[in-house]
């Protein structure tokens, strides 16, 4: 009985879910032409999620490049700083930091009001689009070498 309440308690919850403005499709969403400030929101949504994931994959060609180059390294250097992964990882997580503090602030253009989710989200997507762009440019430096 209780397994059965959970049950149509999650059913119940996504179902909800799936109506919710900030969780539009594309499919359902014409980003050319989105008027209200919840298609906009959505569409900024969108923008960045995209932007992450493309971000993402980049994030794994320049992770696998720098753990090619510790292995290199690691035999022919000895010296005890970190290595090329530690190294990516730490600027990534400083860069994640930096990126989130950024946009809070940007979206405090219009703090409490209904713009503020879009600017926070156009703001992702921008620096998002940014930190892709450098990590595509140390892949290419790193593979000309």
């Given at each position: 009985?209780?397994?059965?309440?959970?049950?149509?308690?999650?059913?119940?919850?996504?179902?909800?879910?799936?109506?919710?403005?900030?969780?539009?499709?594309?499919?359902?969403?014409?980003?050319?032409?989105?008027?209200?400030?919840?298609?906009?929101?959505?569409?900024?949504?969108?923008?960045?999620?995209?932007?992450?994931?493309?971000?993402?994959?980049?994030?794994?060609?320049?992770?696998?490049?720098?753990?090619?180059?510790?292995?290199?390294h690691?035999?022919?250097?000895?010296?005890?700083r970190?290595?090329?992964?530690?190294?990516?990882?730490?600027?990534?997580?400083?860069?994640?930091?930096f990126?989130?503090?950024?946009?809070?602030?940007?979206?405090?253009?219009?703090?409490?009001?209904?713009?503020?989710?879009?600017?926070?989200?156009?703001?992702?997507?921008?620096?998002?689009?940014?930190?892709?762009?450098?990590?595509?440019?140390?892949?290419?430096?790193?593979?000309?070498?």
């Amino acid at each position: 009985m209780r397994g059965n309440l959970i049950a149509a308690t999650i059913l119940v919850m996504s179902a909800s879910v799936s109506t919710l403005p900030g969780n539009l499709h594309a499919q359902e969403l014409n980003c050319q032409d989105a008027v209200t400030q919840t298609e906009r929101t959505s569409c900024a949504r969108m923008e960045w999620e995209a932007a992450d994931n493309e971000l993402n994959a980049v994030w794994e060609e320049a992770l696998v490049l720098a753990e090619d180059e510790d292995a290199f390294h690691d035999s022919s250097s000895g010296d005890n700083r970190p290595g090329y992964v530690e190294t990516l990882q730490n600027t990534q997580s400083a860069w994640i930091s930096f990126r989130d503090l950024e946009c809070e602030y940007r979206g405090f253009q219009a703090r409490g009001g209904t713009m503020e989710p879009m600017l926070v989200n156009q703001c992702l997507a921008e620096l998002t689009r940014n930190r892709t762009t450098q990590l595509q440019n140390i892949i290419q430096e790193m593979g000309m070498q």
